[in-house]
């Protein structure tokens, strides 16, 4: 009899202790999540005078494991450097594994703490180069 | 002179009105917030919150989800027999709330010159002795059996598959364990001698309560409170609406107002039953100072029921379902078995023993 009893009330002593515990639920939009150091939310490219600091390496692309990254390069015309004329990163793609960041060679694609991406019309995920680059 | 209906006073009626009214309308509040009590204790045996929105901590929840489901549309499926599937909810809600008649909530009060004992269907003659159903567990015995009506005719009517075997399992369950639960209910007759419900109260008088009078009735305690949970089809005994298996189970096709009733009765069974068994076995409403103070009865009465109510809930965050074969072995193999054990037992104890308050004498 005892041994039917206690595996039923111990059940019951865990459930209990577990009453009294702090719960773990994050109230979340008004409550923010704590974002760590080392994040990887939505891409930014960062800036070099007029323009994003992208060569036009194709590394990103290259390394890229869900094929979200679409670059073109073009030639400065005046000082004959090799520049991204077009950064397209597809969001609803990407998975986010920092790959990119990684491969880069002059620190050109950085990842930013924004995770909120939610939007209405699948126009909206494709984020250019103008959109991702920082503004000045 | 008092004025007389029907060879009664007539504060009686008013009384008896009051009463309706007063329990009605507490058991309607609890089964609202009962909803509201069992998503925030089991969401804190789950370390998380529940429902924290709708007002402060989410108290306003029961009145949402009562709007909601008012507003939802009313389906009644092409195939279903569509006057059963409507009396369904009916049959299964009423017993639920109507077992409440003849539960004693409190002692006898005095308002006004009128004794007023708290029960509904009880009245206080001219000498003041109180005179309620002489068959008062019989006719809840009824009614918790009636229930199960509502329940088969929802999942026969609704005529699909999920339904109908949802039925079904509800049907065979209770048949299984309002046996046990039966039998177990005899151990309180031997010591009580009588099935009205005011003069159970009053036998337990002074921490006499049934629970603790003998080892038997402890055990038969424990047996009718399963018993009792399996016949509401509460976890762990929540087979006809096993979500993995039956989708719903027996309220598969229902929606709106009419699976609210459901929800309602299911909640409502659960209140009934844990007055049941603190009637039976835990002293009804005696406690400390209700002969000095007979305002605390009820209180008493609400306390104990709300314990055992949160043990319902704290059960249902503890165990899993049974399955199917295992209920029906536990019911006939088990439970069965035992209850015959213990009215054997109980007899004896108390033709050796006795069936006296020992534990009250100890204080006296």
Known sequence: ?136 | MEYEILGLPAWYYIAMVAKVLVVFVWVLLTVAYATYAERKIIGHMQVRLGPMRTGWHGLLQPIADGLKLFFKEEIIPAEASTFAFLVAPLIALVPAFISFAVIPFGTTITVMGCKIPLQIAAYADKSGGVIDVNVGVLYILALSSLGVYGIVLAGWSSNSKYSLLGGLRASAQMISYELAAGLALITVFMVSGTLSLQQIVADQAGFGWYAWRNPFLFGAFIIFFICSLAEINRTPFDLPEAETELVSGFCTEYSSMKYAMFFMAEYANMITVCAITVTLFLGGWHGPFTDAFPLLSPLYFIAKVYSLIFLCMWIRATYPRYRYDQLMGLGWKFFLPITLVLIVGNGLWISVIGAGNWLGSLFA
Request: glycine share 2%.
């Open chain 1, 1 to 136: 009899m005892f041994n039917v009893a206690s595996p039923l009330i111990n059940g019951l002593k865990i459930t209990l202790q577990h009453l009294f515990k702090k719960p773990v639920t994050l109230q979340y939009p008004t409550e923010r999540p704590i974002i760590g150091p080392r994040f990887r939310g939505l891409h930014a490219l960062n800036r070099f005078h007029d323009r994003s600091k992208c060569v036009a390496c194709y590394l990103c692309p290259t390394v890229c494991p869900a094929k979200c990254i679409t670059v073109e390069a073009a030639e400065d015309p005046v000082t004959h450097e090799k520049y991204a004329s077009r950064y397209d990163i597809d969001i609803l793609r990407c998975i986010f594994c920092g790959y990119c960041v990684e491969a880069c060679p002059v620190d050109a694609v950085k990842m930013t703490e924004t995770f909120e991406l939610a939007n209405y019309k699948r126009e909206d995920f494709a984020y250019t180069q103008e959109m991702l680059t920082d503004k000045k």
